[in-house]
């Protein structure tokens, strides 16, 4: 997007903030409950409905982009939906990081939601209001500003989530559901457990109030406010996937459909986001200030090298995108750990860059599969949705659109060489090879890494610690391995069987895995305005204090009959 179309989009969306942080949730609640009231019959309605909301959903995502891209390195847009001031009502804040992801929430979800309309959305009921409350679920989770609403978005959000996953049914989907509701469900216990004792030390949980009351947590109370802060962090990198806590992660996200799978690319970062926003926020100063930051550092070394090798033993394409998501909140997490304005904005470029190619992969891995045929597929029966024969061909009678077409796609020219061409390129974008913005993102951690005070050699750069020098020796060699994984599993599904029947693709299938990598070539292509962008969301996250002010300064609306708003009494 040029300067001057982020400016326009800025200048249209700047009337109606602070109002319209309110739209990304409001617009998928709005859609669901809508939905709801359409019987299951009216499936073709459902999904122009929620095609259509998920597009205008990140079309208010990009404004909001924009705006925030246009108001200045310290601007963060704060919403009272009750008119109550903070802390003592809910508030909505959208600063460059809230911002940012709810640009890539919909990114993903249209690629997955134009990817269903193929056929995937009526292999079960409730497809599409459960897309829409996870839709909901995800944007609150990145613009709320209290930590029990953040609670309350992540349940909307699970629970979304576990209609999802087991969309299609069979046994594997059941089995992994249970375990992926089960993990799930204790997270969320110890998510409340860590919000309870941080209410009970300090008095709030607003996240701006949270700030300012840890920083003054006497030195008596550091250990509770530490082990508060540790349960609370299990409870996210569980949600991200970290070792040991991801042994659910790879089955669930393999298990799931394909265009469910490509939208829980997402989920990880969720995980992801809260430690970031959480962990920037409250340990930014006074006594516990980087409390943790080595264990992260640890935590995402470790999850790293698991999901290299994991990435190594994956026999199939659905597994080895659910690795590549584990190695990514590894390196996420190490980077974040280490504590550096560099690092934060490599980090925040690479994020975007690994989710998008994940969830093009989980794409590919249903056509690719469904061309290797079901011989080589392991439990393919049991994987697969219950209208499609063990051999992946339409059942008949069962498996046909409103047009009596085969859902499962039709032979269309240059087919192999898209799937080809499509894997090459969400390969290179995960091993982080050029010219992709893999390599970028990479690159930029590096380069971060190498220069951890950004000075120029002329004025001394510091040398990197042990562990930046761990985490540089690990992006190269989980690169070699991801690298050696794609090159045999590309060998495998493309070239060993030289008499392999013409894959089967639809044109809804296509573009969105198209669409996800072309936006990895957007990325690369303006890296140098994209970079700036994070280095600026980086500035911000590392001041705290005016995500802060701005939310505990936030003034309600005047009533009309007179007053100043509602005021705590």
């Not at 613009?143 to 996953?165: I, K, P, Q, R």
């Not at 469910?260 to 930014?284: E, N, P, Q, S």
């Not at 085969?406 to 898209?418: K, Y």
Request: with cysteine; net charge neutral; proline share 5%.
């Amino acid at each position: 997007m040029s300067a001057g179309a982020i400016h326009a989009l800025a200048q249209a969306a700047a009337p109606l903030m602070p109002q319209l942080v309110l739209a990304p949730i409001a617009l998928p609640l709005l859609t669901a409950a809508l939905m709801l009231l359409l019987r299951e019959e009216r499936a073709r309605a459902k999904l122009v409905l929620n095609l259509l909301s998920t597009a205008f959903g990140l079309f208010i995502a990009l404004a909001l982009l924009a705006w925030s891209a246009d108001a200045g390195p310290a601007t963060v847009a704060v919403y009272l939906p009750g008119n109550w001031r903070a802390p003592f009502g809910i508030a909505l804040a959208l600063d460059r990081l809230s911002a940012l992801m709810l640009v890539l929430t919909g990114a993903v979800a249209l690629a997955s939601v134009v990817y269903a309309a193929a056929g995937w959305h009526r292999a079960g009921v409730h497809y599409h209001p459960l897309f829409q409350f996870q839709l909901m679920g995800l944007a609150g989770a990145f613009l709320t500003a209290d930590l029990f609403n953040l609670f309350v978005f992540f349940e909307v959000l699970l629970a979304a989530s576990y209609g999802l996953l087991l969309h299609g049914s069979g046994r594997a989907r059941v089995q992994a559901g249970l375990h992926y509701i089960a993990i799930n469900l204790a997270a969320s216990s110890l998510f409340l457990i860590g919000a309870a004792m941080l209410y009970g030390l300090t008095g709030t949980l607003n996240m701006a109030d949270l700030a300012r009351a840890v920083a003054q947590v006497p030195a008596a109370d550091l250990g509770l406010l530490h082990a508060a802060a540790g349960i609370l962090a299990c409870a996210f990198l569980v949600k991200a996937g970290v070792w040991p806590l991801n042994f659910w992660l790879v089955p669930a996200y393999g298990a799931a459909a394909a265009p469910v799978g490509a939208l829980f690319a997402l989920m990880t970062k969720v995980g992801v986001y809260a430690v970031l926003r959480l962990w920037t926020l409250l340990f930014g100063a006074g006594a516990a200030m980087h409390f943790g930051a080595d264990a992260l550092v640890a935590i995402g070394i470790a999850t790293m090298a698991v999901g290299a090798v994991g990435m190594l033993g994956s026999q199939r394409i659905a597994p080895l995108a659910g690795h590549a998501a584990i190695v990514s909140s590894g390196t996420l997490l190490a980077a974040l750990g280490l504590d550096q304005i560099g690092l934060t904005a490599a980090l925040l470029y690479y994020l975007p860059s690994s989710t998008l190619a994940i969830a093009a992969l989980f794409l590919l891995a249903d056509l690719i599969e469904r061309r290797q045929g079901a011989g080589e597929r392991a439990g393919a029966v049991d994987v697969d949705a219950p209208f499609l024969s063990p051999e992946l061909l339409p059942t008949e009678g069962v498996n046909l659109d409103e047009d009596q077409t085969p859902l499962v796609g039709r032979v269309i020219p240059a087919a192999a060489a898209f799937l080809g061409l499509s894997f090459v390129a969400a390969a290179l974008v995960i091993v982080g090879l050029p010219p992709l913005s893999g390599f970028v993102g990479k690159f930029a951690l590096i380069g971060a890494l190498l220069n951890p005070l950004g000075l120029g050699a002329a004025r001394g750069a510091a040398a990197p610690s042990a562990a930046g020098w761990t985490l540089f020796a690990l992006l190269i060699a989980t690169g070699l391995l991801a690298l050696i994984a794609f090159s045999r599993a590309g060998i495998r599904l493309f070239w060993s069987l030289p008499d392999r029947a013409v894959p089967r693709l639809r044109l809804l299938e296509g573009l969105p895995v198209a669409a996800l990598l072309a936006a990895c070539a957007l990325l690369t292509v303006g890296a140098a305005g994209v970079l700036d962008f994070t280095r600026a969301a980086a500035d911000q996250l590392h001041a705290p204090g005016d995500y802060a002010d701005a939310v505990l300064s936030a003034q309600p609306v005047p009533s009309p009959v007179g007053g100043a708003g509602k005021e705590a009494r």
